[in-house]
């Protein structure tokens, strides 16, 4: 299994030299399992660059795109970039959208609301491929060569966490969760798809500080991030969805931080995610 970060950060793109090293992009991992159809969690903007980098190789393969994307929730954050996914023009792929049901009203209608005119210049429907939507509560499926689970996690809206197995590795991602008041507690859910995972994928988005004053925003601190992953035995953590806020320095800051907080020896590698960052999740097997 490997990784390709496209987009890390949470909330709101951002741009400019204060955040060369982390990058600006929204939330958007590749995960590549060997079969031919990857998996890519959200659809924030760092989508744009995935599509970009998956033409050519698709051209070199002279095979339309088949692909699954995991919508945690519906945020503009983790759907702007959707409609710039270039595969979306070609009358040949196939693009199976799985995301969070939304009580009333479906999936389907919310997303083709979202990509509509006023709001972008054509309908969902006029895009060449075949988008399939379905929608996802707490529960488990098989691909070629994976097992994907989903569960509902605490946030501001509907939202699922992901983990995804493939051949004896397992990542676990969830980009927006809002951490209990004593941040300590590990809901169930959490649980069921960050134990023992081999990557974990986390939010990240404050420090104690800010989180005090922000308690109800849905989001985790750092440290929370560092407790889930000890608490379910976590391999490596990755530190995500870095809020608009924090700078290259500030995100340095806060990696150096939680590697030194207590039980953090016990995660083989903590990593804020960065924009271009790559885990061959195969080479931790060796
Ligand atoms: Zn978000
Ligand atoms: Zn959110």
Redo the contacts with the bound molecule.
């Keep these: 299994m490997h990784l390709t970060f496209y987009g890390v950060r ?2 709101c793109p951002c741009s400019g030299p204060s955040y060369a090293t982390f990058g600006g992009a929204t939330s958007c991992v590749l995960v590549e399992t060997g079969s031919d159809v990857p998996i890519i969690f959200d659809a924030g903007t760092g989508m744009r660059a995935l599509g970009s980098d998956l033409q050519p190789r698709l051209v070199e393969r002279g095979v339309p795109l088949h692909a699954r994307v995991l919508l ?2 519906l ?1 503009y ?2 759907l702007l970039g959707l409609p710039f996914f270039s595969p979306l023009e070609d009358p040949g792929a196939v693009v199976e959208i799985y995301g969070p049901r939304q009580g009333e009203t479906s999936l389907s209608d919310l997303i083709n609301g979202a990509v509509t005119p006023p709001f972008f210049p054509v309908q969902m429907k006029e895009f060449a491929c075949d988008v399939r939507l379905v929608e996802m509560a707490d529960e488990d499926f098989s691909t070629e060569d994976a097992t994907v689970s989903s569960r509902w996690v605490e ?3 509907p ?1 699922l966490g992901y983990r995804v197995e493939s051949a004896g590795l397992s990542v676990a991602y969830l ?2 969760h809002q951490a209990p008041l004593d941040r300590v507690t590990v809901s169930d859910g959490v649980r069921d798809l960050c134990q023992g995972v081999d990557v974990l994928i986390h939010d990240a988005q404050y420090d104690d500080e800010e989180f005090s004053r922000r308690s109800d925003w ?1 989001h985790s601190t750092v440290a929370y991030a560092v407790r889930v992953a000890i608490e379910v035995g976590a391999r490596q953590l990755v530190l995500f969805h870095h809020d608009p806020a924090h700078d290259d320095e500030r995100i340095l800051a806060l990696e150096a931080a939680a590697r030194h907080l207590p039980g953090a020896e016990a995660i083989e590698r903590i990593v804020a995610a960065r924009e271009g960052m790559t885990i061959d999740m195969e080479a931790m097997t060796r």
């Design positions: 949470g909330s945690t929730h945020h954050d983790h946030h501001t809206d939202t980009p927006d849905g």
